[in-house]
């Protein structure tokens, strides 16, 4: 699914502008600076793909990019930006819920939590609203090249313990590092076996 060529096919600001439902999809969430860019980047093989989406006027598009025709890759709003104008905020807040509840080709979302950081009180709505709109997801863990094997234990079992909570979170963590590598043929194997 990876080997091809991926393409950016379109920004999206509201749901009339969602391109054709004729394939498979996943997305990508996560904090404003989780390292969402970089990780599409990784996967994808192609530096400057998806650029750093931490300016507040880029974060109410969603971002589509094809794996070849046979699948899209979808770049959602970094959230969690706290200098965003309200407005801003809301309306993304809209057609992120509306996204989610209408698509009927994303077969998973991926949710991204910093390795240092954990889940915040954001992530856990994310998820939430995931559960609520039936969208099965998983969590990928990034810049795991920033902390040693032993301190990020606490944080993955944090994860884990959310969760829970979650039904509709797989339970399995995919932990990564987009500098070094870490995971990125691991997610690239689960979503090409959503194909
Ligand atoms: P986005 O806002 O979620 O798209 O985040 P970016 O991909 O722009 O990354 C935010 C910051 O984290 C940048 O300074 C990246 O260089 C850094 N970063 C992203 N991924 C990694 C990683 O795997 N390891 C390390 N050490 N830094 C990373």
Redo the contacts with the bound molecule.
């Keep these: 699914l990876f080997a091809g060529p991926v393409d950016f096919i379109k920004g999206v600001v509201a749901m009339d502008g969602l391109p054709p439902a004729d394939r498979p999809e996943i997305c990508f969430a996560?904090r404003?600076?989780?390292?969402?860019?970089?990780?599409i980047n990784a996967l994808t093989g192609r530096k400057g793909l998806?650029r750093?989406?931490?300016t507040p006027g880029r974060t109410q598009e969603i971002n589509y990019f094809g794996l070849g025709e046979r699948a899209y890759l979808v770049d959602l709003p970094?959230y969690g930006f706290a200098k965003a104008p309200l407005p801003v905020v809301k309306r993304w807040q809209e057609l992120l819920k509306a996204y989610l509840a209408g698509r009927p080709t994303l077969r998973r979302a991926f949710c991204?939590i910093d390795s240092r950081h954990g889940i915040k009180p954001v992530d856990h709505e994310i998820m939430t609203l995931l559960d609520r709109s039936a969208v099965p997801f998983q969590v990928v863990m990034?810049?795991?090249?920033?902390l040693g094997p032993n301190a990020i234990r606490p944080v993955l079992d944090q994860v884990e313990e959310e969760l829970q909570k979650h039904p509709a979170a797989y339970p399995e963590l995919v932990v990564?590092?987009?500098?070094?590598g870490q995971g990125i043929a691991t997610l690239r194997a689960i979503i090409a076996g959503l194909d």
């Design positions: 996560g404003s600076n989780v390292g969402k860019s970089s990780l998806a750093a989406s931490n970094g991204l990034t810049k795991a090249d920033k990564t590092s987009s500098d070094k």
